[in-house]
């Protein structure tokens, strides 16, 4: 069972459109991140949010932590080929012990 | 600074032999994660050291699986004997205690046939 699941698994779109995806689970989490991982590589770390309600912006990118502190959302507005990837948050119950959420796997046509 | 270097890269290995993975954290880091990927269960946390010491190795998926952390600049995870079901991508991830930004290796792919 895992800790966090996202939604949707898969997602492809037209350059241009606007995505959220969106990080829930029953746990209370001290910090909730957000990574990029492109294939061959390792996630990459967007964002870190660690306020119920904070919302922090990222160029085109706008994550946001739920009051609860149990579930989070990344909405990419007017998103482009560059925005391909593998989407994963990432929830620290204590510390700096993070587990992975599913993975959204985001493709944007050219 | 090199990042997070793993070793090796790629390791194609036959079902009952030995694996062995290598990681150098990032100088001055003092947290190290071992994470296995799969396409079925995602990133999973495998064993987490702090200072060198085991922490949390509750992920652990059974006895064929170990890791050490000898020193503050080197971990080994050690897959014996391997399975077909241990074919994934190991990555190593280190961070500073207190800090909450995690780097990742490029992974290590395992393909055990």
């Known amino acids: 069972t895992q800790l966090l699941e996202q939604s949707p698994q898969f997602l492809s779109i037209q350059e241009g459109e606007n995505l959220t995806v969106y990080c829930n689970s029953s746990?209370?989490?001290?910090?909730l991140q957000w990574y990029r991982q492109e294939p061959g590589e390792g996630p990459v770390l967007l964002v870190t949010?660690?306020?119920?309600?904070e919302v922090k912006k990222l160029k085109r990118l706008t994550f946001q932590f739920g009051d609860a502190r149990k579930d989070s959302s990344l909405h990419i507005t007017a998103a482009q080929p560059g925005d391909t990837g593998l989407y994963l948050c990432a929830g620290a119950i204590t510390g700096n012990q993070f587990y992975f959420g599913t993975g959204t796997s985001l493709t944007v046509i050219p | 600074d090199a990042g997070v270097i793993q070793s090796p890269r790629h390791e194609v290995t036959e079902m009952g032999q030995e694996v062995t993975l290598r990681c150098k954290p990032i100088?001055?880091?003092?947290?190290l994660f071992w994470y296995r990927q799969t396409m079925m269960r995602g990133l999973e946390l495998l064993i987490y050291?702090?200072?060198?010491?085991?922490?949390?190795d509750s992920g652990m998926p059974e006895d064929r699986f170990s890791a050490k952390m000898p020193n503050a600049s080197f971990s080994t995870l050690k897959i014996q004997p391997s399975e077909p079901r241990d074919s994934a991508v190991y990555f190593c991830a280190s961070s500073f205690t207190r800090g909450n930004t995690i780097y990742f290796g490029e992974g290590s792919w395992l393909t055990v046939v």
């Open positions: 100088s001055g880091h003092n947290s």
């Open positions: 050291f702090n200072n060198n010491v085991p922490i949390d």
């Open positions: 746990s209370v989490f001290s910090s």
């Open positions: 949010v660690v306020t119920g309600g």
